[in-house]
């Protein structure tokens, strides 16, 4: 009899981006020897908050989060959302700056997320922050309970349409500040994994990348099964923006903005430091 495959825990989210870039892997289009893929879908800041538990094998997660994770975790190369003219936007009911925000109350999509590291790393003055999902931060503002957020993935297309208002976007204060990418999210393994069974997982995940961007048709069924409130045309939008060549691998552009990013949240003392080596292969 052949050997029981080994099932490992993988977490990801609904959007549009990652069920693009998981479905050939976890429908077995994207073969992974002796591995089966138990997949659990949760909004970000709950994949967050799961592997900061331990709870997870292998789990896609908010750069900030991995800040807070690499003792227990390592980095693959593969699968992540990484790029420029995609990153968070703060905005607001009514014209805004953000001197005038700060020591102000700001919505975040959690305590975990990209989005709020890079609020507070634009400054300080910012840590009066009340966390919601992602897809209650616009419906708030308009409610008029906050005057400020700061969103992610689909409402950077949509908040114009709702009359809020552009205050800055982290994203390209980022890339103004550094002239590198930005990284939202990565995928991670659980440092315990062999360093070899790590690497069968990033390669596979890859040639899920590629497969999605080759056969994009492949995979619509699955992603409309889970963002079924988005129009196709927004749909493709998230997946255009948030899947490109730091998807397939981070290389070295990519890793830069990473080990940045945590450079700078350490020095701030967002993050703990680590000493710990961020890809498996490098122990």
């Known amino acids: ?41 949760e909004d970000v800041e709950t994949l967050n908050q799961l592997a900061k538990n331990a709870q997870l094998d292998l789990t896609k997660i908010s750069y900030h989060a991995l800040g807070h994770l690499r003792e227990q975790y390592v980095l693959l ?32 999509p959690g305590e975990l997320t990209t989005a709020n590291l890079l609020l507070q790393l634009h400054g300080s003055g910012f ?19 906050a005057r400020a957020g700061v969103i992610i993935h689909e409402s950077r297309f949509t908040f114009a349409d709702y009359g809020l208002h552009q205050v800055l976007d982290l994203g390209q204060w980022w890339e103004q500040e550094t002239g590198l990418p930005i990284p939202l999210g990565g995928i991670l393994a659980r440092r315990s994994l062999p360093a070899a069974l790590i690497a069968r997982i990033d ?13 994009p048709q492949a995979a619509q069924a699955y992603i409309r099964q889970h963002a079924q409130e988005l129009s196709d045309q927004v749909t493709q939008q998230h997946i255009d923006l948030y899947v490109n060549d730091f998807s397939v691998a981070l290389g070295h552009e990519g890793e830069q903005a990473v080990r940045v990013l945590l450079q700078r949240a350490e020095q701030r003392g967002l993050i703990p430091p680590c000493a710990l080596p961020l890809f498996a292969e490098s122990e």
């Open 203 to 215: 390669a596979a995940l890859q040639r899920s990348v590629l497969y999605a961007r080759q056969h």
């Open 1 to 41: 009899m052949p050997d029981t495959p080994l099932t490992l825990t993988l977490g990801y989210s609904p959007c549009p981006n990652d069920t693009f870039i998981f479905d050939a892997l976890v429908h077995g289009r994207i073969p992974c020897e002796g591995v089966r893929f138990q997949e659990r879908l």
């Open 77 to 108: 190369r593969s699968g992540g959302a990484l790029g420029r003219g995609c990153g968070p936007l703060v905005v607001s009911t009514t014209p805004l700056t953000m001197e005038q925000l700060r020591h102000q109350p700001i919505l975040i």
């Open 127 to 145: 840590e009066q922050v009340t966390t919601l999902p992602f897809d209650r931060i616009m419906p708030t503002l308009l409610r008029g309970e």
